[in-house]
């Protein structure tokens, strides 16, 4: 199985302040990485498909880059409501596997 | 507009089996499969496997393999996820999701609360 592993695994940031969240695979998926954010009590929701492609309504202070094993999810301009836990996921093969986690919190 | 939506929150006892719905509408269901994602309580998220709404093939984690059935109802739409043997560490939130491509998840139900106590 592919890991990945996400750091930090939580972080505390201002409003306004910009954030990035790392992700690293144990293998080369090339580009097959999406983000998500949860908030609690609520399902997963997907920011980012194919590393940098930006999911249809998310707003575009969401960015993501990266390909082969290391991949950087960019939050510009935090807003009250990205405080929220964030997921990377690999689609590169079965099974899908996720990060574990990086929590933002408001410092 | 995309919708799934699964049925309500479930109290099993050890050993006992779960089966948990995933209704789906405002799209082509035989088009894309459905994955089921749990999540354990302040837990990160473990993917459990998928079918193919169309074929209604499977596959599923070997962590699982065994315990899970995924079917589906191509008349109603929906999408079956049973557990079975249930143990404590089962106790989740289950989620079945809608996927494109080979492994992205666009449309979340919005989650299934299993506990599983005596």
């Known amino acids: 199985d592919i890991q990945m592993t996400q750091s930090p695994s939580s972080l505390s940031a201002s409003v306004g302040d910009r954030v990035t969240i790392t992700c690293r695979a144990s293998?080369?998926?090339?580009?097959?990485l999406n983000w998500y954010q949860q908030k609690p009590g609520k399902a997963p929701e997907l920011l980012i498909y194919?590393?940098?492609s930006l999911q249809a309504g998310v707003p575009s202070r969401f960015s993501g880059s990266g390909s082969g094993t290391d991949f950087t999810l960019t939050i510009t301009n935090l807003q009250p409501e990205d405080f929220a836990t964030y997921y990377c996921?690999?689609?590169?093969?079965?099974?899908?596997?996720f990060g574990g986690g990086t929590r933002v919190d408001i410092k | 507009q995309v919708q799934v939506v699964q049925s309500g929150a479930e109290v099993k006892k050890p050993g006992a089996s779960v089966k948990v719905s995933c209704k789906t509408s405002?799209?082509?269901?035989?088009?894309?499969?459905i994955h089921w994602v749990r999540q354990a309580p302040g837990q990160g998220l473990e993917w459990m496997g998928w079918?193919?709404?169309?074929?209604?093939?499977?596959r599923y984690s070997q962590k699982l393999e065994g315990r899970v059935i995924m079917t589906r109802d191509t008349t109603t739409t929906t999408v079956y996820m049973e557990l079975t043997s249930l143990r404590s560490d089962d106790t989740a939130v289950y989620y079945c999701?809608?996927?494109?491509?080979?492994?992205?998840?666009?449309?979340w139900g919005q989650g299934t609360l299993v506990t599983v106590s005596s």
């Open positions: 999701a809608r996927v494109r491509g080979v492994g992205t998840a666009d449309s």
């Open positions: 405002g799209y082509s269901f035989i088009s894309y499969y």
């Open positions: 079918i193919n709404p169309n074929k209604g093939d499977t």
């Open positions: 293998q080369s998926i090339t580009g097959y």
């Open positions: 194919a590393a940098s």
């Open positions: 996921q690999q689609s590169s093969g079965m099974p899908l596997t």
